[in-house]
Nanobody, 127 residues
């Protein structure tokens, strides 16, 4: 059974950092593209970052987080991380990781193309 479990969310002051984890079970995360999405109250779910399937990870970031967030994969732990630095209040939301099996080296920013989802973890950036 494919399962994704996020962790690492919390309350942080503006300018602070958090590292989100997405632990995969039931499949090898390296075979899946992993997307990080977030949803703020009253807003649509948006793609924040993606890492492609295969060992040669191709990363993508939405413009608002580029240079502040970093996605990485630890195959030995079957886990994908999202390191978030210089956090801003507008980064607040529920963060989800999602898995998509596909052609090696590809990813998608469309949430409807992902078929496995975690339960989400709350990130709140506030003073």
């Amino acid at each position: 059974q494919v399962q994704l479990v996020e962790s690492g969310g919390g309350l942080v002051q503006p300018g602070g950092s958090l590292r989100l984890s997405c632990a995969a079970s039931g499949f090898t995360s390296n075979d899946y593209a992993i997307g990080w999405f977030r949803q703020a109250p009253g807003k649509e779910r948006e793609a924040v970052s993606c890492i492609s399937s295969s060992s040669v990870g191709i990363n993508w970031y939405v413009g608002s987080v580029r240079g502040r967030f970093s996605v990485s994969r630890d195959n030995s732990k079957n886990t994908v991380y999202l390191q978030m630095n210089s956090l801003k209040p507008e980064d607040t939301g529920i963060y989800y990781c999602a898995g998509k099996r596909g052609i090696s080296g590809t990813y998608s920013t469309r949430f409807d193309e992902y078929d496995s989802w975690g339960q989400g973890t709350q990130v709140t950036v506030s003073s």
